[in-house]
Structures are given as structure tokens and as C-alpha cells.
């Protein structure tokens, strides 16, 4: 059964600070992995969505980059700004079985 | 707005009320799926459909009836809730089923149940 990791559960920073989110997996039998932010009692924004194939992915400050065959992901925000506050949600697309699976999500905090 | 769209945004019900949660999509897909999500843990899939049909049940108790009527509009019924399930549920469509069609969701209902 695929299951989703993320470090830290949450994260503080100043604003202007670079910083990483984690995500692991245990089956990288995955379609694809997508990270998601989700501002409090809202629903979903899709922020980057990376193939099985593909290394990397960026938009604007955020990079994604993604390690199939270690099962990780990780999601680069430059220059954080306060605006950026939110939880962030790491999803990966099973090969077998045609689903999203989650992981619990990152708490940021940017503080200005 | 991501052209889901979830009413109402905020229930609260009793044990023994009757109550219907809505969702319509207006982006022309043929895929919508039901999720809840407990504080502290990951989104859960409850229900998939495709083309109308029910393709998923993710072990759900049947106090949760979905119903979806054309590939626009989907329905969680709710009858007979426990406050576990006290949550916010999240509606979200797709282009087709397959996991390589990204997935838009809606803001959410937030349910109490008391």
C-alpha cells in the first residue's frame, strides 16, 4: 500500500528565507506527483504537477523535483513571503489503481 | 476559482438530521470524486465517478450516500452521522479517470456534527 510522507509537519521562517518541503513514498510505481497548497478551511490549488518521467518542474519562486527511483520530492520556495503561508500537500498518481494518494501536508508559517 | 464549485460552505447537523452536500463542475470533465479530510490526516478518497457510473468505493459506511446525476453535478447524501465525522469534504472533477489527468477541487464543505 503507497503511503505519502512529509517533513517537517511544520516550518517558521522569516520572510526572505529559502526553504525546502519533503515528501516521500514508498511504491515508485507512480504515474506522476503533484504538490498542492491549501490556504485554511479552503480547498486545493494544484502549484505544480510532475510527470514520472520528468526530474523537475518550476513556477515561478517554487521548483519540484522528483527522485522516482528513491521515492522523493521535494518543493524549493525562494524568497518566502508572508503570503506564502499555507499547508502543503503532496500527492503521488498510482500506476496501478488510477489514484491520488496524500500525504498530511506541511504547516508554513512566513513570518514578516 | 478553479471552476469547482461546493454548497453549502459550512453544515452543522445533528446525529439523526437528513442533509445533502452539492458540487458542480463547470470545466467539462467526466471524472468527480468525493474526499474528507480529518484534521492532522492525509485527504482520504471516498468516492469516484466516471461518466456517471461509480467507479470507487473506498470501504465508506453507508451513512454517506453519494448520487450523481449527469457529469456535471455531484452529490454526498448524509444520514444518521457520528461526530467523527466532523471533517471537511472535498469535491474535485478531472478531464478522465486516469491518474495522469490533473484534478481541480473545490473550496470544500466544513461539517460538524454534534
Known amino acids: 500500500k503507497q503511503e505519502v510522507t512529509q517533513i517537517p509537519a511544520a516550518l517558521s521562517v522569516p520572510e526572505g528565507e529559502n526553504l525546502v518541503l519533503n515528501c516521500s513514498f514508498t511504491?515508485?510505481?507512480?504515474?506522476?506527483l503533484q504538490w498542492f497548497r491549501q490556504d485554511p478551511g479552503k480547498g486545493l490549488t494544484s502549484l505544480l504537477l510532475?510527470?514520472?518521467?520528468?526530474r523537475e518542474q518550476t513556477s515561478g519562486r517554487l521548483n519540484a523535483s522528483l527522485d522516482k527511483s528513491s521515492g522523493r520530492s521535494t518543493l524549493y520556495i525562494a524568497a518566502s513571503q508572508p503570503g506564502d503561508s499555507a499547508t502543503y500537500l503532496c500527492?503521488?498518481?498510482?500506476?496501478?489503481?488510477?489514484?491520488?494518494?496524500f500525504g498530511a501536508g506541511t504547516i508554513l508559517r512566513v513570518k514578516s | 476559482e478553479t471552476g469547482v464549485t461546493q454548497t453549502p460552505r459550512h453544515l452543522v447537523m445533528g446525529m439523526t438530521n437528513k442533509k445533502s452536500l452539492k458540487c458542480e463542475q463547470h470545466?467539462?470533465?467526466?471524472?468527480m470524486y468525493w474526499y474528507k479530510q480529518s484534521a492532522k490526516k492525509p485527504l482520504e478518497l471516498m468516492f469516484v465517478?466516471?461518466?456517471?457510473?461509480?467507479?470507487e468505493n473506498n470501504s465508506v459506511p453507508s451513512r454517506f450516500s453519494p448520487e450523481c446525476p449527469n457529469s456535471s453535478h455531484l452529490f454526498l447524501h448524509l444520514h444518521t452521522l457520528q461526530p467523527e465525522d466532523s471533517a471537511l469534504y472535498l469535491c474535485?472533477?478531472?478531464?478522465?479517470?486516469?491518474?495522469?489527468?490533473?484534478?481541480?477541487f473545490g473550496p470544500g464543505t466544513r461539517l460538524t456534527v454534534l
Open positions: 470545466l467539462g470533465h467526466n471524472a
Open positions: 500527492a503521488v498518481g498510482e500506476e496501478y489503481g488510477n489514484k491520488l494518494v
Open positions: 511504491d515508485s510505481a507512480i504515474y506522476n
Open positions: 474535485a472533477s478531472s478531464l478522465g479517470l486516469r491518474v495522469i489527468n490533473e484534478q481541480f
Open positions: 510532475i510527470q514520472s518521467s520528468q
Open positions: 465517478y466516471s461518466l456517471e457510473e461509480r467507479v
